[in-house]
């Protein structure tokens, strides 16, 4: 259980600082911050962990557990190299802030952050209003599903949701899924729906792929060791590059690779990006090769960059054979007729703007930040957001690095407060 601290007449309206999230980056913060001794408040709008709680019902990690590295919350128990389903994980989270006693307040959201007086900030919860001296947004990486303009256009008797809406295959209307986005959330649900007996279409765009191990070590221990987990955004092609799908795998099974080959040998139909849909059909565009293309040039740099630590550590590289051929031809109209159901995997975008009354985000609604903390207004803070400082920022290998930092600036500032 949580220790939690109550909003209203029983405590007083203005707070230290504030964190906003409960979720892996608002507790690793928390953790920092009672560390040093700072006092502060997270504010939850659900329960600890809800975003993990919201998954679907077969859910469990993508990167290994050992990879859950908080700060004084690494993963303990005895399936280092497993992947833990949902519950797990939400249990993982709920011991976690017990054992610091991180002050939590649970079902409280805040539907507004606005300048207050003499540098303050106001929040505005739905119990009531609180000031901050400071306050650090962790609501997480996953705020507003995205979906292309394009699902306008599909017919309304076709059902229409996002992975968040995703329980299980059962609760979908019978018939044909299409699946619209092929990062790990789209090839985990197309796989799980072919599974069932579903006929299943997927609508593919750019993503990266990789074995699920290999020589026998998970491709996440590679990513970090060949330090594509501390590459940063001006390493990027783009800032949009941030939206990239993450590499394609699961860990459903004890693991398994699970990519476009994957999925074309078991049954689903890939197709290149969903168009939008006229007269019954649905159209997509002619670009399965050119995405699948961008996959395997991802994958071959990666065999490079893990070929050249090796040999600088003196050990041979490990085998990793080119890409298998791939059957790119696809169909670009598809009838309508039969499906049940459409889920749109496509992604998420930040959301802060529609409670945030700061004009501190750039265009694509990412804060404008340094080491987490906002460049145009003092005392504001971010924490779990994509590449806010390195590529690991928003994951739980990473997320306590930029914590630490967050709660560091934090602390140093108060001091600095308290002396003038």
């Known amino acids: 259980v949580c220790a939690t601290a109550t909003l209203g007449p029983a405590m007083k309206a203005r707070i230290g600082v504030v ?40 859910f469990c990690l993508v990167t290994p557990n050992w990879s859950v590295q908080l700060p004084g919350g690494a993963y303990a128990g005895g399936d280092p190299d497993g992947y833990m389903p949902r519950e797990d994980i939400v249990r993982h989270f709920e011991a976690y802030a017990s054992s610091f006693s991180a002050p939590v307040r649970e079902g409280v959201e805040v539907t507004a952050l606005d300048a207050a007086s003499q540098g303050e900030f106001r929040l505005s919860t739905t119990e009531g209003p609180l000031r901050a001296d400071a306050v650090v947004l962790a609501t997480g990486a996953y705020q507003r599903p995205h979906r292309p ?11 229409q949701i996002d992975a968040e809406g995703y329980r299980n295959q059962a609760a979908l209307p019978p018939g044909k899924v299409l699946v619209v986005g092929s990062g790990q959330t789209g090839c985990q649900l197309a796989e799980e729906l072919r599974e069932a007996g579903r006929e299943v279409f997927l609508a593919c765009g750019r993503a990266t792929w990789c074995p699920r191990r290999v020589e026998d070590r998970d491709y996440v221990y590679w990513l970090n060791e060949t330090g594509m987990l501390d590459e940063t955004i001006a390493e990027l092609p783009s800032p949009s590059a941030r939206l990239v799908a993450n590499v394609q795998s699961t860990g459903h099974g004890g693991g398994h690779d699970l990519h476009y080959r994957v999925l074309q040998q078991i049954g689903v139909t890939l197709v290149g990006h969903f168009l939008g849909a006229e007269d019954g059909r649905a159209h997509f565009a002619s670009d399965l090769a050119a995405s699948v293309a961008f996959g395997d040039a991802r994958y071959i740099d990666l065999r490079e960059k893990i070929a050249r630590i090796c040999l600088a550590r003196g050990t041979p590289p490990p085998e990793m054979p080119d890409p298998a051929p791939f059957d790119a031809q696809a169909p670009e109209t598809v009838d309508l007729l039969g499906f049940g159901a459409v889920i749109f995997t496509s992604g998420f975008r930040p959301d802060y703007s529609s409670w945030v009354h700061f004009a501190v985000f750039d265009e694509l609604g990412f804060p404008i930040q340094e080491d987490g903390a906002s460049t145009d207004v003092p005392g504001l803070y971010f924490c779990g957001v994509h590449y806010l400082r390195k590529r690991r920022s928003a994951l739980l290998i990473g997320v306590g690095e930029d914590a630490a930092i967050v709660a560091g600036k934090i602390a140093e500032r108060g001091a600095m407060l308290t002396a003038v």
Do not use: N, Y
């Not at 913060?29 to 077969?58: F, M, P, T």
């Not at 394009?150 to 008797?157: C, D, F, G, M, V």
């Open 19 to 58: 964190v906003v999230g409960g979720g892996q980056a608002g507790l690793a913060v928390s953790h920092e911050l009672g560390a040093l001794g700072v006092e502060h408040l997270v504010l939850e709008r659900g329960r600890v962990a809800q975003s993990w709680r919201d998954r679907w019902d077969s």
């Open 149 to 159: 303009s394009a699902a306008a256009t599909l017919p309304a008797s076709i059902i």
